[in-house]
């Protein structure tokens, strides 16, 4: 087979798997769901046509120009998808050094694995894109509509981001294997990933909050200060954001450019993947010896699984990664706290923020700790009660909550009491109320699908999201004084006790 | 094989159990196991073994049918029969960031042993089973036969009186499924109870003390080898022979 024939063999072969991969996370691996989920993604994006036409209605109106203050916020924009876009990528090659799969049969075949290795970096790129396009589309779909066609040039743009941020994610991670070897290149990639998908969003936000005191983001990037430092609107800087406008030359460029990266990395680094793949395959086979000699300390049953709990997610960097990128989140409104230390209007930010996390870091290791259970027959076929064992588990989660959540406390009750209890409660109860979303929809699965959890049961999922807003919502109402949060706390636990009425443990 | 008293209750005794998936996998099932055994269930693939093996350990609900472990009712009373029971799956199930210490730590903890006894036991059994060396590595990089080792010593560390492995020798070299055999046959002189399934007949005919035949959930024959060899009127059969002839008869009377 000539290299172009292997090529397209390969690729036929890569879209085949994708697309069998993408279908089993759509129906949850319940091929009698496909129907059923073809419908869910059409009525998916005919929601998010709606609201991107609600958001850029204003925008068209206003003709917009390339002038500097448009070009500015098209261009975080670039960056906003971008770096989601580079997170996204960084994770898919981590997974294709060390996930094995089919990796062992195609290195043992007599083909050249490094074209192999080339339409997966292709494979990257596109899912790249395509995960862009299903969220930026609707609102490029909608601009093309109202606004005319010049805006089919945004595609054009994602297309080239997607190829050099994918072109950035093998590099970064060929030259982290380089520099820190194959051991430490896993937990470091993937916490690189989680801080590089936040950490624009982030930064914008910790800006905005100094510059403004709000957490609006896009407030700073048309503040005076930024417009007199921006370059000029020729520069070649805003190339990209003019390809979106609709400029047909710089998008040409900006494609040129993107795909002489991808093409310059692909041809350096898709021969070296073997290798790469290889000495990764070697490190999962050594565990890593303990320090010091072990002292047996047998605990109750219930603190045993607490422990263990405990233990598990601290030796889990990827877990810890997905963690800290909530975590991340939280600085922003930790540092207005610090910011407006002493104020009232600081916690009415703040709050609400502190509760919707603890009830999605809540729901996720809550899923973890119970569905994800690693040795099922174990545990139950011990001596101790479904009930003890399912209520360790929860105390284990709430313990991890109280051990994040505490420092943002203690700084609260030097500010207000209330507040602290306000933030308290909500706290409380949003991974309370995610904990119970958990229980009764739980459904035994392996740790490692920890990625796929929302595949299982999208009710359950969705109803995470909201009642944690619920309870944000609530929070928020409470300190900033209004006497009307027992309606919102009600509504709340209304929503909660919908979302018991439809869990499959009630049913069963 | 070690004679129990007459009034003592047997290890196991099931009674008419009965599970379904769809089509039934144990189809009224009666079983006896004595204390102090070495009892073998054999049978071909989706006979209902496992199936059997999940309800005595408590991890299925029978539709139907008692379960009695040393006279505790399976089904009335499950903490009770579980405190006494030990299983271990084909499937090493384990948790791969816990060092075999800390796993076995974690069953200790789950079966409520004292510290200092689990303690002196966990010492023994990673010593017995090879694995004292590797006590400080996570079982993240162990192979198929070292879990098998690491989810045997949970199994055994509370000293369960009624110890059910199914398939305990999947998948293991020579070398371990030899240590294996040797860490159950003391068990038995030691005076606990083994019922276990397999597909190596070689197992079952130098170990056993007596064998249960188990096709489409129903139990079609029992005894010791000598037992066997007379109903199928096969003097000097291998147990290969006979298993084959007792699965064909059934088959043939349905």
């Given at each position: 087979?000539?290299?172009?024939?292997?090529?397209?063999?390969?690729?036929?072969?890569?879209?085949?798997?994708?697309?069998?991969?993408?279908?089993?996370?759509?129906?949850?691996?319940?091929?009698?769901?496909?129907?059923?989920?073809?419908?869910?993604?059409?009525?998916?994006?005919?929601?998010?046509?709606?609201?991107?036409?609600?958001?850029?209605?204003?925008?068209?109106?206003?003709?917009?120009?390339?002038?500097?203050?448009?070009?500015?916020?098209?261009?975080?924009?670039i960056?906003?998808?971008g770096?989601?876009m580079l997170?996204?990528a960084m994770?898919?090659v981590?997974?294709?050094?060390?996930?094995?799969?089919?990796?062992?049969?195609?290195?043992?075949?007599?083909?050249?694995?490094?074209?192999?290795?080339a339409?997966?970096i292709g494979?990257m790129a596109l899912?790249a894109a395509?995960?862009?396009?299903?969220?930026?589309?609707?609102?490029?779909?909608?601009?093309?509509?109202?606004?005319?066609?010049?805006?089919?040039?945004?595609?054009g743009v994602l297309i080239a981001v997607s190829l050099v941020t994918t072109s950035l994610a093998v590099a970064i991670t060929i030259k982290?294997?380089?520099?820190?070897?194959?051991?430490?290149?896993?937990?470091?990639?993937?916490?690189?990933?989680?801080?590089?998908?936040?950490?624009?969003?982030?930064?914008?936000?910790?800006?905005?909050?100094?510059?403004?005191?709000?957490?609006?983001?896009?407030?700073?990037?048309?503040?005076?200060?930024?417009?007199?430092?921006?370059?000029?609107?020729?520069?070649p800087?805003?190339w990209p954001?003019?390809a979106?406008?609709?400029?047909?030359?710089?998008l040409f460029f900006v494609l040129a450019a993107s795909l002489l990266v991808f093409l310059a990395v692909t041809a350096r680094y898709a021969?070296?993947?073997?290798?790469?793949?290889?000495?990764?395959?070697?490190?999962?086979?050594?565990?890593?010896?303990?320090?010091?000699?072990?002292?047996?300390?047998?605990?109750?049953?219930?603190?045993?699984?607490?422990?263990?709990?405990?233990?598990?997610?601290?030796?889990?960097?990827?877990?810890?990664?997905?963690?800290?990128?909530?975590?991340?989140?939280?600085?922003?409104?930790?540092?207005?706290?610090?910011?407006?230390?002493?104020?009232?209007?600081?916690?009415?930010?703040?709050?609400?923020?502190?509760?919707?996390?603890?009830?999605?870091?809540?729901?996720?290791?809550?899923?973890?700790?119970?569905?994800?259970?690693?040795?099922?027959?174990?545990?139950?076929?011990?001596?101790?009660?479904?009930?003890?064992?399912?209520?360790?588990?929860?105390?284990?989660?709430?313990?991890?909550?109280?051990?994040?959540?505490?420092?943002?406390?203690?700084?609260?009750?030097?500010?207000?009491?209330?507040?602290?209890?306000?933030?308290?409660?909500?706290?409380?109860?949003?991974?309370?109320?995610?904990?119970?979303?958990?229980?009764?929809?739980?459904?035994?699965?392996?740790?490692?699908?920890?990625?796929?959890?929302?595949?299982?049961?999208?009710?359950?999922?969705?109803?995470?999201?909201?009642?944690?807003?619920?309870?944000?919502?609530?929070?928020?109402?409470?300190?900033?004084?209004?006497?009307?949060?027992?309606?919102?706390?009600?509504?709340?636990?209304?929503?909660?006790?919908?979302?018991?009425?439809?869990?499959?443990?009630?049913?069963? | 094989?070690?004679?129990?008293?007459?009034?003592?209750?047997?290890?196991?005794?099931?009674?008419?159990?009965?599970?379904?998936?769809?089509?039934?996998?144990?189809?009224?099932?009666?079983?006896?196991?004595?204390?102090?055994?070495?009892?073998?269930?054999?049978?071909?693939?989706?006979?209902?073994?496992?199936?059997?093996?999940?309800?005595?350990?408590?991890?299925?609900?029978?539709?139907?049918?008692?379960?009695?472990?040393?006279?505790?009712?399976?089904?009335?009373?499950?903490?009770?029969?579980?405190?006494?029971?030990?299983?271990?799956?084909?499937?090493?199930?384990?948790?791969?960031?816990?060092?075999?210490?800390?796993?076995?730590?974690?069953?200790?903890?789950?079966?409520?042993?004292?510290?200092?006894?689990?303690?002196?036991?966990?010492?023994?059994?990673?010593?017995?089973?090879?694995?004292?060396?590797?006590?400080?590595?996570?079982?993240?990089?162990?192979?198929?036969?070292?879990?098998?080792?690491?989810?045997?010593?949970?199994?055994?560390?509370?000293?369960?009186?009624?110890?059910?492995?199914?398939?305990?020798?999947?998948?293991?070299?020579?070398?371990?499924?030899?240590?294996?055999?040797?860490?159950?046959?003391?068990?038995?002189?030691?005076?606990?109870?083994?019922?276990?399934?397999?597909?190596?007949?070689?197992?079952?005919?130098?170990?056993?003390?007596?064998?249960?035949?188990?096709?489409?959930?129903?139990?079609?024959?029992?005894?010791?080898?000598?037992?066997?060899?007379?109903?199928?009127?096969?003097?000097?059969?291998?147990?290969?022979?006979?298993?084959?002839?007792?699965?064909?008869?059934?088959?043939?009377?349905?």
């Open positions: 087979m000539n290299a172009i024939a292997s090529l397209v063999w390969f690729a036929r072969h890569e879209r085949r798997l994708a697309w069998r991969d993408a279908l089993s996370m759509m129906t949850a691996g319940r091929p009698d769901r496909e129907r059923r989920a073809w419908i869910w993604l059409c009525a998916f994006a005919i929601a998010l046509h709606v609201i991107a036409y609600l958001l850029v209605r204003n925008f068209v109106s206003q003709q917009m120009q390339a002038d500097l203050p448009t070009l500015i916020a098209v261009t975080a924009s960056l906003l998808s770096s989601a997170s996204q994770e898919s981590t997974r294709t050094f060390y996930s094995r799969s089919d990796l062992e049969l195609i290195l043992s075949a007599p083909v050249k694995a490094e074209r192999l290795f339409v997966r494979a899912s395509l995960m862009s396009i299903l969220l930026m589309g609707p609102f490029i779909n909608v601009l093309i509509w109202r606004d005319g066609w010049q805006w089919l040039s945004a595609y982290l294997f380089q520099w820190i070897g194959p051991r430490r290149t896993r937990v470091a990639a993937q916490i690189t990933a989680a801080i590089v998908g936040g950490v624009f969003v982030i930064g914008l936000q910790t800006a905005a909050m100094f510059s403004s005191g709000t957490l609006q983001r896009l407030s700073v990037l048309q503040s005076e200060t930024v417009l007199a430092h921006a370059p000029a609107p020729d520069s800087v805003w954001a003019a979106a406008l609709g400029n047909g030359r710089d021969p070296r993947f073997a290798g790469y793949v290889l000495a990764a395959s070697s490190v999962s086979e050594i565990s890593r010896p303990a320090a010091g000699a072990h002292r047996f300390k047998v605990l109750s049953p219930a603190a045993s699984l607490r422990r263990k709990e405990q233990l598990l997610i601290l030796r889990d960097p990827w877990l810890i990664s997905q963690s800290l990128m909530q975590l991340l989140y939280l600085s922003p409104p930790a540092l207005l706290l610090w910011h407006n230390y002493g104020k009232a209007g600081g916690a009415v930010v703040l709050v609400p923020v502190l509760v919707m996390t603890a009830g999605q870091l809540a729901g996720g290791l809550a899923w973890l700790t119970i569905s994800g259970e690693d040795a099922p027959d174990l545990v139950q076929s011990a001596p101790v009660t479904p009930g003890r064992l399912l209520r360790a588990k929860a105390e284990a989660v709430m313990q991890c909550i109280g051990i994040v959540f505490f420092p943002f406390i203690a700084v609260l009750l030097f500010v207000s009491r209330q507040q602290a209890f306000y933030a308290a409660a909500g706290i409380g109860a949003a991974a309370l109320s995610s904990i119970a979303i958990q229980l009764w929809f739980r459904s035994q699965a392996k740790r490692s699908q920890f990625r796929r959890r929302h595949t299982s049961s999208r009710i359950a999922t969705l109803a995470e999201a909201l009642i944690s807003i619920a309870w944000a919502g609530t929070g928020a109402v409470a300190v900033s004084g209004n006497s009307l949060w027992p309606f919102s706390a009600g509504f709340a636990l209304f929503l909660l006790l919908c979302v018991r009425w439809l869990s499959p443990s009630r049913l069963s | 094989m070690p004679s129990s008293p007459a009034s003592a209750p047997p290890a196991l005794s099931i009674t008419g159990l009965r599970k379904s998936f769809g089509r039934p996998a144990v189809d009224g099932l009666d079983l006896e196991v004595r204390a102090g055994e070495f009892y073998l269930l054999l049978g071909p693939n989706g006979a209902g073994k496992t199936t059997t093996l999940r309800m005595v350990s408590g991890l299925l609900k029978p539709d139907a049918g008692a379960i009695r472990i040393f006279g505790v009712d399976a089904l009335a009373d499950p903490i009770g029969a579980k405190q006494i029971t030990g299983w271990l799956s084909d499937e090493p199930m384990i948790y791969d960031k816990l060092t075999p210490p800390e796993y076995l730590e974690f069953v200790a903890g789950l079966w409520s042993v004292p510290g200092d006894v689990a303690g002196s036991r966990s010492r023994e059994l990673l010593r017995w089973l090879g694995l004292e060396p590797h006590a400080r590595e996570r079982c993240e990089g162990f192979s198929r036969g070292m879990r098998q080792k690491v989810a045997l010593a949970g199994a055994l560390v509370h000293e369960p009186r009624l110890i059910i492995l199914d398939e305990p020798l999947t998948g293991l070299d020579a070398g371990a499924a030899r240590l294996v055999k040797d860490v159950l046959q003391e068990k038995v002189r030691g005076g606990s109870t083994v019922l276990m399934t397999t597909h190596i007949l070689e197992i079952a005919e130098r170990m056993a003390d007596r064998i249960g035949v188990i096709a489409q959930g129903r139990l079609i024959a029992e005894g010791t080898l000598a037992d066997l060899r007379a109903r199928t009127g096969r003097e000097g059969a291998t147990l290969e022979d006979m298993f084959l002839s007792l699965v064909d008869q059934d088959r043939a009377a349905e």
